[in-house]
């Protein structure tokens, strides 16, 4: 299972990379992670948010489907949806095959003080254990 270290993670799978955005906004890109799509299983359908969509942290912001189950997918941070990734539409799969690359959910503007808005989540180690012990 990979767990890459230039991200955080959640303890509901979900995994959040900071990347500079238009105009000086901070965008937080979320997919879920390895260890998510692999309990999953072969993913069939993912429902995204709508543009624009306003979401709290915590707030449920879509499901993944899976041929073993449906999960929420949860935002884990506050933010407006500017991007979803449309190609999982015909291509779901994709989820499975680069969770942490082409198979990304969603990009989020998080208007926050500066700093990392992500930072009171897991980092790589963190996150590794918690599934070590799950």
């Not at 799978?13 to 900071?18: A, K, M, N, P």
């Not at 000086?24 to 069939?44: M, S």
């Not at 190609?87 to 690359?101: K, V």
Request: aromatic share 6%.
């Amino acid at each position: 299972m990979t767990v890459p270290a230039d991200r955080r993670y959640t303890d509901q799978h979900e995994w959040t990379l900071v990347r500079d955005g238009d105009e000086g906004a901070t965008v937080v890109r979320v997919g879920i992670t390895d260890h998510a799509q692999d309990a999953l299983g072969d993913i069939v359908f993912v429902q995204l948010p709508d543009l624009g969509a306003e979401l709290a942290a915590g707030d449920p912001m879509g499901e993944v489907e899976s041929t073993k189950s449906v999960s929420d997918v949860y935002a884990p941070v506050a933010g407006v949806v500017v991007a979803v990734n449309d190609a999982l539409d015909a291509t779901p799969e994709t989820i499975n095959a680069d969770p942490y690359g082409a198979g990304w959910l969603v990009d989020l503007r998080v208007d926050a003080a500066p700093g990392d808005p992500t930072a009171a989540l897991l980092d790589a180690d963190a996150y590794q254990a918690l599934v070590d012990g799950s």
